[in-house]
């Protein structure tokens, strides 16, 4: 999980709550806008790691390491 990711998601689960609270339509959409944004940061990281990882992998087999 990313730091901006996780940023995004908890700054737009306060516009949206604060959308709903003073009936401010346009708000609530921003904040379920920036909520989408962070997952998707959260998502790019995981699969950032994960390409990290089996590239590490792919080194490691072909360096003769056996781990």
């Known amino acids: ?4 990711g996780f ?7 306060a516009k949206e709550a604060a959308g709903k609270v003073t ?6 959409a921003e904040g379920k806008v920036d909520k ?5 940061k959260d998502k790019v990281e995981d ?8 590239g590490d992998k792919i080194k490691d ?4 390491d056996k781990d």
């Open 1 to 4: 999980m990313s730091d901006d």
């Open 7 to 13: 940023v995004d998601r908890v700054k737009g689960t």
């Open 23 to 28: 009936g401010d339509k346009d708000l609530e």
């Open 36 to 40: 989408t944004e962070g997952a998707i």
């Open 47 to 54: 699969a950032k790691a994960s390409i990290k990882a089996v």
């Open 61 to 64: 087999v072909f360096s003769g």
